[in-house]
């Protein structure tokens, strides 16, 4: 699973920076929350492109739950989370 990290958090951090680039006002902190309106941010995750491109990108779901934890989640945290909720989908 080690070997997986790279790849993740780079694709990630893409992720990241897209969105990020939306919100100028938000710091390049790494702080996954700089994704979204840190002024004014969603009452509802889920379905939000932040986290669609998420699914896309990695080929999981990501319900509410999931979409808070990674919300308070820096890159590194979440591309981790992102690797162990993938082998849980893979094991289903």
Known sequence: MKDSYPPVYKALHRIYDTHRRRYPWNPNSEQMCCMWSTDDPPDILEGTPPL???????????DEDS???????????AAKKIMEMKARESQQ
């Not at 669609?52 to 990501?62: L, T």
């Not at 979409?67 to 945290?77: F, K, Q, R, S």
């Open 52 to 62: 669609n491109d998420m699914e896309d990108a990695f080929g999981i779901r990501i």
């Open 67 to 77: 979409g808070v934890e990674l919300y308070d989640m820096n890159l590194d945290e």
